[in-house]
């Protein structure tokens, strides 16, 4: 009997090193890993520069509290504020904490307007976390089903619909903020149309609101740029991120602008581990190495060049019916379930999720050589051609 709570429906296989774009189980067979333990190990496994930064923070000092300064911290969020356009940071472990931190701020800006009952928008089939607040963010009711009472103060449009926000900005007085992802994510890799950041900007500035974008899964050079914001003109309010950003650490952080970044006093919010050394060492590694690799590029260009590929390989199986994606967020979109391709991946030795039942969705890494994304590129298309068979 397993003493580990049944929240995951585990794959039968274990890793016990990783090396590059490859994890080895523990008989010693070798997978390319298109998932990158869901878009968090940009950089590959035992990254050297991850690696050594680890090391030399851990024989120095892991952790000391928020009640003392981090010169670490502060180095990190320059960074992030100079990559990204923002002014001001909290740092948090995880992406649900760092959009906890992001809806909390929203609330209390909405008290300080004297709004009482502040309210968010937010999107159907978009994914923010477990927590509370996020779960109820969050647009599946399979994942809330079971927690109610949900919070209040969220109200709920359909994704890539920007007369539906308007709409509500027009009956609803209580609304102070919009939270959602540029591309959603665990929904199945869906792109919006073009305008539609600037149209939420829109609607934000001539409402008052503060626009909030989920970037945990987008950001950390996934899509190309820093933060998938980035491919357009537009600076929201509020950013929120993870994953990516410390390549397998944990650390989150929600960054901010303007108004937005002075909202949170002394007392307002905290984490006891959030920032810490060991988190902003990973995470100051992450991003040298993205700079000094030119990975954001490298993924941009990777991406154009899979999503191509798989296209034109899978012309032919009549049961895709799109390949699609932004970077190294890639979609293979079947007109079926195929959520037995998760494990006929690991037989053909590469790691791949399904989400949303008939969705098979690659998160490659950034370092991925033109050989191995070529390798990645045949084993997927063999798994997809498997299905059926
Ligand atoms: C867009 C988005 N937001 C938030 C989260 C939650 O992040 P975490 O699991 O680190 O709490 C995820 C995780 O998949 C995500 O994809």
């Known amino acids: 009997m397993t003493h580990l709570m049944e929240t995951y429906k585990r794959l039968p296989v274990a890793f016990s090193r990783g090396d590059g774009v490859y994890l080895e189980d523990s008989n010693g067979k070798r997978y390319l890993d298109g998932l990158t333990g869901i878009a968090v190990c940009g950089l590959g496994h035992a990254h050297p520069n991850i690696s050594r930064a680890l090391s030399e923070q851990a024989q120095t000092l892991l952790h000391t509290s928020n009640l003392y300064e981090i010169p670490l911290q502060s180095q990190l969020a320059d960074q992030l504020c100079e990559l990204s356009g923002m002014d001001a940071v909290f740092f948090a472990n995880s992406g649900a904490e760092a959009n906890e931190a992001a809806i ?14 502040p309210a968010i928008v937010v999107m159907e089939a978009s994914f ?4 509370m607040a996020t779960l109820t963010a969050t647009g599946s009711r399979k994942a809330q089903a079971g927690f109610e009472p949900l919070l209040s103060g969220f109200v709920r449009a359909p994704f890539n619909d920007l007369d539906a926000i308007a709409l509500i900005g027009r009956n609803n007085p209580d609304v102070v903020a919009v939270m959602f992802e540029p591309i959603l994510g665990e929904g199945g890799i869906i792109i919006p149309d073009d305008g539609y950041l600037e149209g939420i900007r829109q609607i934000c500035d001539d409402n008052g609101w503060l626009m909030i974008l989920d970037e945990v899964q987008t950001g950390n050079g996934r899509t190309g740029q820093y933060f998938a914001y980035q491919h357009t003109g537009v600076l929201p309010d509020l950013v929120t991120t993870a994953k990516g950003l410390g390549n397998g650490v944990p650390i989150g952080a929600c960054l901010a602008r303007g108004a937005a970044a002075r909202v949170f006093e002394p007392g307002n919010h905290g984490s006891t581990f959030g920032g810490n050394l ?30 191509d590929a798989l296209a034109r390989e899978l012309a032919g199986n009549n049961l895709v019916t799109e390949v699609r994606g932004k970077g190294l967020m890639i979609a293979v979109e079947l007109s079926e379930p195929c959520g037995e391709l998760v494990v006929r991946g690991l037989d053909h030795g590469v790691l791949l999720n399904v989400t949303q039942d008939n969705i098979v969705r690659l998160l490659p890494p950034l370092t991925l050589s033109d050989e191995q994304a070529d390798e990645l590129i045949s084993r997927v298309v063999a798994v997809v051609n498997s299905h059926g068979s």
């Open 104 to 117: 909390k701020i929203a609330r209390l800006h909405g008290h300080k307007k004297g709004i009482q009952k």
């Open 128 to 131: 923010h976390g477990r927590t």
């Open 278 to 307: 060991l988190a902003c060492s990973a995470a100051l590694a992450v991003l040298e190495t993205l700079e000094a690799d030119d990975l954001l590029a490298r993924a941009a260009y990777l991406g154009d060049y899979i999503i």
